[in-house]
């Protein structure tokens, strides 16, 4: 595209691997009045492809794989991260923020730099942490799409953190096992299966007598935990996906 063209007139660029985004492109699309394009896989993410798109924005809403500088540096890169910065710079936000007690956050939409979630912030927003992880994902993209909308009509100016930066860790599949929840902790037990009940990530699990039990779908009754049990044999069972920093979450 002519990077002449006047600004107003320039796509927006969506960068996500979740397959649900491409609806969330058609939705900002009709919305903003702008056409918007969606880059899903990290070997269609060049230089190349970006400057053919030129756009005003680059938005990202879900993505686990490096954002080059040849990216970032020349068009305004906003990722979206599920803590309060720098309070939680790092990996797996959500399930952090779930075992360290919290109930909300904010999403914070961030400009992107070569420090990890260390760029201005555009925009905060609150977002309550209860439910599953899929439905605290739901919640979330429902807001990003609201962010990215105001971002574009008011095209704010990002402004430096302020306060101690506090890391988070990324976590390890082998930290998805029940065995290392708290005995008799019935709570600890539903915030582990709650917050790793999305696709694509490692489910809570027990593994005994040669079995894995992947557990899902839980909820709190006056009798105990009710969840979904998928049981396979630990033979068959495949590596599992680390736990990813998710851009958006």
């Known amino acids: 595209m002519d990077s002449t063209a006047p ?17 969330l492109a058609d939705r900002l699309s009709r919305c903003l009045d702008l056409p918007v394009e969606l880059i899903s896989t990290p070997d269609l993410l060049t230089a190349e492809t970006v400057f053919a798109i030129d756009p005003q924005w680059i938005f990202v809403p879900h993505w686990s794989h490096w954002i080059p500088e040849t990216i970032w540096g020349p068009w305004p890169t906003v990722i979206f991260h599920m803590t309060d910065l720098p309070y939680g710079r790092g990996g797996s936000p959500l399930q ?16 992107c730099v070569d420090g990890l979630d260390a760029g201005d912030i555009y925009l905060k927003q609150p977002l309550s942490l209860h439910g ?3 439905e605290i994902f739901l919640r979330a993209d429902g807001l990003i799409e609201q962010m990215i909308e105001w971002i574009v009509r008011e095209e704010p100016i990002a402004t430096p953190q302020l306060g101690e930066p506090v890391l988070f860790s990324r ?3 082998a930290q998805s096992n029940l065995a290392s929840c708290p005995e008799g902790d019935l709570s600890a ?13 490692p489910h809570a699990f027990l593994e005994i007598h040669g079995m894995r039990l992947e557990l899902r779908r839980a909820c709190q009754r006056s009798d105990g935990l009710h969840a979904d049990v998928k049981i396979i044999p630990i033979a068959s069972t495949p590596p599992p996906s680390p736990i990813t920093k998710e851009a958006g979450a």
């Open 132 to 134: 599953s992880a899929e």
């Open 171 to 173: 976590r390890r599949p």
């Open 7 to 23: 600004r107003e007139q320039r796509p927006l660029l969506l960068l996500s691997s979740r397959p649900w985004n491409s609806a």
């Open 96 to 111: 952090n923020l779930i075992q360290r007690g919290h109930s909300s956050t904010m999403l914070t939409a961030l400009r």
């Open 189 to 201: 037990w539903y915030d582990q299966i709650r917050m790793l009940d999305a696709e694509g990530y």
